[in-house]
């Protein structure tokens, strides 16, 4: 089964998100409510020989002011300027669309996190849904069902798990660097089962 989720042909896009954080001091009976939303993406599509043929990055401006806090800024290591002065959610969107379109692919995330967000985003943005459950694969799950671990695994854990070393020392909350961890991690697994 495991074998048969791993080779599907056709196009495979590697996502990762990052989110807006509640502040340290946040009140959750003050007058403005916080909820959580995609502040940044990392993408990269592959055809089914895994050969990178595209890729996105970018920053999103969110719509909860209280979102922009220092604690997530720390976080993924961005100025507050830098999110303020943002894209809009409409060119993640337009962005996300384009490659659905294109190329049709399996969506290929780390944990549960990332494709809740972007069904809630549509919610949020009151858009058109573009992606369904159906579309993701959720690779953490598949490794830990296979291994039989009980407990989430971390990104840059897998590859230790998987006998080889991180692309970086440290996860640095970056999208896309985490989007191509996702990848590499694809690859270290599907060449063990393959094998």
């Known amino acids: 089964g495991v074998k048969h989720v791993l080779n599907k042909p056709g196009y495979k896009m590697f996502i990762d998100l990052e989110f807006t954080m509640p502040p340290y001091n946040y009140n959750h009976s003050g007058s403005e409510q916080f909820y959580s939303e995609i502040v940044q993406y990392g993408i990269y599509i592959e055809d089914s020989n895994g050969n990178v043929l595209d890729q996105a990055e970018g920053l999103i401006k969110p719509k909860c002011k209280l979102g922009i806090s220092d604690r997530m800024l720390e976080f993924i290591h961005v100025t507050k300027e830098k999110l303020e002065n943002a894209p809009y959610y409409s060119k993640f969107y337009n962005q996300l669309n384009y490659f659905m379109m294109t190329y049709q692919p399996t969506i290929y995330v780390?944990?549960?996190?990332?494709?809740?967000?972007?069904?809630?985003?549509?919610?949020?943005?009151?858009?058109?849904?573009?992606?369904?459950?159906?579309?993701?694969?959720?690779?953490?799950?598949?490794?830990?069902?296979?291994?039989?671990?009980?407990?989430?695994?971390?990104?840059?854990?897998?590859?230790?798990?998987?006998?080889?070393?991180?692309?970086?020392d440290i996860q640095d909350h970056n999208a896309l660097h985490d989007a191509w961890a996702t990848l590499e991690v694809f690859h270290l697994f599907e060449n063990e089962i393959n094998e």
């Open 110 to 168: 780390w944990g549960k996190n990332d494709y809740l967000m972007i069904d809630k985003s549509f919610k949020l943005h009151k858009v058109k849904p573009i992606t369904e459950r159906k579309h993701y694969v959720n690779l953490m799950q598949i490794i830990k069902n296979y291994y039989g671990i009980k407990n989430d695994i971390g990104l840059y854990s897998a590859f230790e798990l998987l006998g080889a070393k991180p692309p970086m």
